[in-house]
């Protein structure tokens, strides 16, 4: 059974810089996509980043493109979010999810496979 856990949300002023992560287990991920995605109150579920297997490909929303980067160590089955310069349209649920068995990265979220639990965000003004 796939899981996945994701860490490192918080509070954080305008302009703060935060690291997320997400711990994948029960599978291998040699061929699979990650991705971030949030949710923020009131307003649908949006692709944030996400990346491929060997990390040789990205691909970012417009909004977080410049601020955020995405990465991820296969030997620790982990993915991580850096997020700079953070604003008070960043707050929202931030959760990782797998794409199984691709090496297209896709930004609709009902195509990928497992999702985590999610870890807040929240940026004030």
């Known amino acids: 059974q796939v899981q996945l856990v994701e860490s490192g949300g918080g509070l954080v002023q305008a302009g703060g810089s935060l690291r997320l992560s997400c711990v994948a287990s029960?599978?291998?991920?040699?061929?699979?996509?990650m991705g971030w995605f949030r949710q923020a109150p009131g307003k649908e579920r949006e692709f944030v980043a996400a990346?491929?297997?060997?990390?040789?490909?990205?691909r970012y929303a417009n909004s977080v493109a410049g601020r955020f980067s995405i990465s991820r160590d296969n030997a620790k089955n982990t993915m991580y979010l850096q997020m700079y310069n953070l604003k008070p349209e960043d707050t929202a649920v931030y959760y990782c999810?797998?794409?199984?068995?691709?090496?297209?990265?896709?930004?609709?979220?009902?195509?990928?496979?497992?999702w985590g639990q999610g870890t807040q965000v929240t940026v004030s003004s």
């Open positions: 999810a797998v794409h199984r068995r691709t090496f297209v990265i896709h930004t609709a979220g009902s195509l990928y496979d497992y």
């Open positions: 029960g599978g291998t991920f040699d061929s699979d996509v």
């Open positions: 990346i491929n297997w060997s990390g040789g490909s990205t």
